[in-house]
T-cell receptor, first 117, second 114 residues
Framework: EPEVTQTPSHQVTQMGQEVILRCVPI?????FYWYRQILGQKVEFLVS????????KSEIFDDQFSVERPDGSNFTLKIRSTKLEDSAMYFC???????????????FGPGTRLTVL | DQQVKQNSPSLSVQEGRISILNCDYT??????FLWYKKYPAEGPTFLIS?????DKNEDGRFTVFLNKSAKHLSLHIVPSQPGDSAVYFC?????????????FGQGTTLQVKP
């Protein structure tokens, strides 16, 4: 069964450093998402991406964040200058949204645990 | 932002019995609802979904009920098994509004006792 994969599983970085989190979505999916979950809190939306551009972003997704689909398979989240409060689990998701049928099942990867020291 | 609420942080049931997990929402634009199961240090695993044009969807041991007038949905697991022990998240989206973002509830930790 196809699945979303993410690397690395755990990333430790110093405050102020840049990190890139990588995701390989399910191959026939067209919509891509990043979510995060701070320890003890709910899963929260960061950004959605379709047709090589951001379709929606949350207030959390400020200028320090960027996303890219550098080739036909990878989808990346970059944090330019990490802060302590960026420590969280970051989840990538993908879907084949079918708006007319009213379905949009998003499949999630296993996550990357980001620890900012 | 409390658009999706799961008011019970935890639920404990005996193996073989029914587990009922509840979820309430406030945004009337939501038209697609999903339940995810999550183990510690793993990503959410999709379980079952329901579109707002339906009031029930069943998949094996899992059934989701949607009451639009009450803005309430529930997940029934029958019979419950110890392997069902996990955190269950309710999520909602507004597909017809062309936004795919999922809004999650806080989660309910289900423990199924042997």
């Amino acid at each position: 069964e196809p699945e979303v994969t993410q690397t690395p599983s755990h990333q430790v970085t110093q405050m102020g450093q840049e990190v890139i989190l990588r995701c390989v979505p399910i191959s026939n999916h067209l919509y891509f998402y990043w979510y995060r979950q701070i320890l003890g809190q709910k899963v929260e939306f960061l950004v959605s991406f379709y047709n090589n551009e951001i379709s929606e972003k949350s207030e959390i997704f400020d200028d320090q964040f960027s996303v890219e689909r550098p080739d036909g398979s990878n989808f990346t989240l970059k944090i330019r200058s990490t802060k302590l409060e960026d420590s969280a689990m970051y989840f990538c998701a993908s879907s084949t949204r079918e708006g007319r049928r009213g379905t949009d099942t998003q499949y999630f990867g296993p996550g990357t645990r980001l620890t900012v020291l | 932002d409390q658009q999706v609420k799961q008011n019970s942080p935890s639920l404990s049931v005996q193996e073989g019995r029914i587990s009922i997990l509840n979820c309430d929402y406030t945004n009337s634009m939501f038209d697609y609802f999903l339940w995810y199961k999550k183990y510690p240090a793993e990503g959410p695993t999709f379980l079952i979904s329901i579109s707002s044009i339906k009031d029930k969807n069943e998949d094996g041991r899992f059934t989701v009920f949607l009451n639009k007038s009450a803005k309430h949905l529930s997940l029934h697991i029958v019979p419950s098994q110890p392997g069902d022990s996990a955190v269950y998240f309710c999520a909602a989206s507004a597909i017809q509004s062309n936004t795919g973002k999922l809004i999650f509830g806080q989660g309910t930790t289900l423990q199924v006792k042997p």
